[in-house]
């Protein structure tokens, strides 16, 4: 069974930084693109950044770049996002994906087919 399982999501005050993980089990992640993705309260979820499988490209939405990295070690199955000068309108509950069928980027989230359940963020004016 796969399991994706997000953490490091916590309250912080705008210009803060935070960390987020995501572990896989149940498969390796070799091949696999992944990806990041938010849901804000009342909003559908949305695209934040993705990686390739060797982590040799990223690609980010447009409100993030600059301020977020994500990343990738595919020896210990996770994948980080690394998020700096946080705004109010970061917070939301972070998922990570997994495309079980490319090496690829998209923000397509219908690409990705398994989920984890998410890790809360909110950021404080």
């Known amino acids: 069974q796969v399991r994706l399982t997000e953490s490091g999501g916590r309250s912080v005050q705008s210009g803060g930084s935070l960390r987020l993980s995501c572990v896989v089990s149940?498969?390796?992640?070799?091949?696999?693109?992944m990806a990041w993705y938010r849901r804000a309260p009342g909003n559908g979820r949305e695209f934040v950044a993705a990686i390739n499988f060797e982590g040799s490209h990223a690609q980010y939405d447009d409100s993030v770049k600059g301020r977020f990295t994500i990343s990738r070690v595919n020896a210990e199955n996770k994948m980080y996002l690394q998020m700096e000068s946080l705004k109010p309108e970061d917070t939301g509950l972070y998922s990570c994906?997994?495309?079980?069928?490319?090496?690829?980027?998209?923000?397509?989230?219908?690409?990705?087919?398994?989920w984890g359940q998410g890790t809360q963020v909110t950021v404080s004016p």
């Open positions: 149940g498969r390796t992640i070799t091949m696999n693109a």
């Open positions: 994906g997994l495309d079980a069928d490319s090496r690829w980027t998209t923000r397509d989230g219908r690409n990705y087919d398994y």
